[in-house]
């Protein structure tokens, strides 16, 4: 029984190119360019599909929170900060007081982010 593997438009464009290498209708060269990959990655996503087959070429960071992501307690705190303090701030001049007075760094975008989330 074969499991189902989920694949983006990107990594099926990969799936069909690896696919021609291995059948050697292709080479990994021009592979390589019709994917905008350099030659070695493009042999070390063949030589993965030989190896573990289709899902070789998943992202393995498919359902994971990013790396970029910004801690829970850190946003908790920053937005009550904003609330009780700075309410009447935008978001720009908010991301600075909490800087100076707080000592929290977060972006302008971000908090701003958080603070149409939390109705601010």
């Known amino acids: 029984m074969s499991k189902l593997i989920?694949?983006?438009e990107k990594e099926l464009d990969r799936l069909e190119l690896v696919q021609r290498v291995c059948q050697k209708r292709m080479t990994v060269t021009a592979a390589a360019a019709a994917a905008s990959l350099s030659r070695q990655r493009m042999s070390v996503l063949v030589n993965a599909y030989r190896r573990d087959g289709h899902?070789?070429?998943v992202?393995?960071?498919r359902g994971m929170p990013s790396n970029n992501r910004s801690v829970g307690a850190l946003r908790k705190t920053a937005v009550s900060l904003v609330r009780t303090?700075?309410?009447?701030f935008g978001p720009q001049y908010a991301s600075e007081m909490l800087g100076e007075r707080h000592d929290i760094?977060?972006?302008?975008?971000?908090?701003r982010q958080w603070m149409i989330q939390s109705g601010l």
Not at 85 to 88: A, I, K
Not at 105 to 111: D, H
Request: glycine share 4%; aromatic share 4%.
């Open 55 to 57: 899902g070789a070429l």
């Open 59 to 61: 992202s393995r960071k």
């Open 6 to 8: 989920p694949m983006s």
């Open 85 to 88: 303090h700075y309410s009447d």
């Open 105 to 111: 760094i977060v972006s302008r975008e971000t908090l």
